[in-house]
């Protein structure tokens, strides 16, 4: 199939099937991403990874990500909590090293199916009752945020020990929503220098992401108006089932 060979055979073949399958990839991330504010990398990567090389479906996810991302940013830098967002996005640039040597380093259909796994382990833990119990400390946001950041580089799954963290901190579905964005903003710059320094953020794949931006991006605002009309707990149980569905059929199928 086209771009078995790295990110420089995807763009040729630009309206192949494969092209469109990325473009309903692109859209159902947004999607997601708007309307819960996670969830969207979670369902982009796994999928991406089946038409091309697991270091450039992460690579591009997180970078169809940050462009969905930036319609909301005035919005969750009012709401956010900059210190959390802060120090948790320094500790995770620390840890992002590890992370993209191991996405790099390992065979591709194996990250794949790392990746499908992380996906329906992240979406259990998220959708079983457990959570954080302790305080909020300036420790407890660095371990996270390292936690994060290496899973965004070995992954491209920054959100789940996040969600997990935040989420228990009973804070207004607003902040937690707004910090997660402002924080994976701030992290996504560091990463994006790890990629390009393992040569996987390349031109070509910026070009591809140009690409499929505006189905992203539509979606993403499509997801937010929704956002505002339905339960927040119903939608995010529906998100997290589809998540494990997803990363199941990619591990029995890809």
Known sequence: GPCRHGATMILPELWSDSFWLACTVAALGGFFRGFSGFGGVMAMTPLFALI?????????????????????????FKHAQHRTAWVMAAAATVALLPGVWILTTVESP??????????VLAALLLLSPWRYKGPQTIATDAVVGATSGFLAGATSMAGPPFILYL?????????????????????????FGFFWWFGILTLDLLLLAATLAPANIAAVLIGQRLFRLVNDEGFRRFTLVFLVALGASVLMFG
Do not use: E, W
């Open 52 to 76: 091309m090389p697991a270091p450039q479906a992460a690579v591009l996810s997180i970078v169809l990500d940050a462009l969905g991302a930036v319609p909301v940013m005035p919005h969750a």
């Open 110 to 119: 194996i990250m794949r199916n790392v990746v499908a796994v992380t996906v």
């Open 167 to 191: 989420t228990a901190l009973r804070l207004p579905a607003t902040v937690t929503r707004a910090t997660f964005i402002y924080y994976s903003m701030l992290m996504t710059v560091g990463a």
